[in-house]
């Protein structure tokens, strides 16, 4: 059984920073892709950023130069730091994993069950 868990979302102050991590279980790691989507109240589900099987990373242009995504195979778990974070990043924050190629949908094949991020003014 597939399982993925995030963690580490909290409250922070805008500029303040967090790391989200996610720890997946039930699958070879090393053969997924992993994402990291959010979605906001009232909005649709939205692509954060994700890292290839072979460690490329690709970002949304909002979060571009202020989040990073990174994998560790070994402990199959997969980062975002996020830092600089403003009162927009308010959201929860999902892990997502799928086969073969990076897109930035929300086509992926497995999902956890979100991690909730709020970023104060």
């Known amino acids: 059984q597939v399982q993925l868990v995030e963690s580490g979302g909290g409250l922070v102050q805008a500029g303040g920073s967090l790391r989200l991590s996610c720890a997946t279980s039930g699958l070879t790691f090393s053969n997924y892709v992993m994402g990291w989507f959010r979605q906001a109240p009232g909005k649709e589900r939205e692509f954060v950023a994700a890292?290839?099987?072979?460690?490329?990373?690709y970002y949304a242009d909002s979060v571009k130069g202020r989040f990073t995504i990174s994998r560790d195979n070994a402990k199959s778990t997969v980062h975002l730091q996020l830092n600089s974070l403003k009162p927009e990043d308010t959201a929860v924050y999902f892990c997502a994993a799928r086969r073969r190629i990076v897109v930035t949908t929300t086509e992926y094949d497995y999902w956890g069950r979100g991690t909730q991020v709020t970023v104060s003014s």
């Open positions: 890292v290839g099987r072979l460690g490329g990373t």
